[in-house]
Nanobody, 124 residues
Framework: QVQLVESGGGLVQTGASLRLSCAASGRTFSSYAMGWFRQAPGKEREFVAAISWSGATTSYADSVKGRFTISRDNAKNTVYLQMNSLKPEDTAVYYC?????????????????WGQGTQVTVSS
C-alpha cells in the first residue's frame, strides 16, 4: 500500500510560480517512477510530467514543456513539480501518481496509486 499526499497548490495570478510537493510512504519510493497529472473542470485527467526512479529521465506534456520541471528527492520520499509562468489554462486539480515500473510516461494505466489532489487556480 502506498500513500501519496500532495501540497503546495493555491490561487495565483498569471505569470506566477508554484511548487507542488508529493510525499510518499509505504512502498520503496526510490525504486519506482512517479508522475503528475491534472484535471480541469469538465475535462478528462491529463498527463503533465513523469520522472524515472533515479530522476535521470523526465518527460512532459507539450503544454507545459519549458515551464514546468519535475524532480524528486529519494532521501525524502518526495516528488516535486515546479510550475513557472503559470497560465489560466493551467487551472486544475493536480494529482501525484506512483508508477508500477522504474520508468513511466503519459499512460495512466502505468500508475497504480494516486494522491487526493491539490487545487491550482491561475487568475487572469
Amino acid at each position: 500500500q502506498v500513500q501519496l499526499v500532495e501540497s503546495g497548490g493555491g490561487l495565483v495570478q498569471t505569470g506566477a510560480s508554484l511548487r507542488l510537493s508529493c510525499a510518499a510512504s509505504g512502498r520503496t519510493f526510490s525504486s519506482y517512477a512517479m508522475g503528475w497529472f491534472r484535471q480541469a473542470p469538465g475535462k478528462e485527467r491529463e498527463f503533465v510530467a513523469a520522472i524515472s526512479w533515479s530522476g535521470a529521465t523526465t518527460s512532459y506534456a507539450d503544454s507545459v514543456k519549458g515551464r514546468f520541471t519535475i524532480s524528486r528527492d529519494n532521501a525524502k520520499n518526495t516528488v516535486y513539480l515546479q510550475m513557472n509562468s503559470l497560465k489560466p489554462e493551467d487551472t486544475a486539480v493536480y494529482y501525484c501518481a506512483h508508477a508500477k515500473t522504474t520508468y513511466s510516461g503519459s499512460n495512466p494505466y502505468v500508475y497504480d496509486y494516486w494522491g487526493q489532489g491539490t487545487q491550482v487556480t491561475v487568475s487572469s
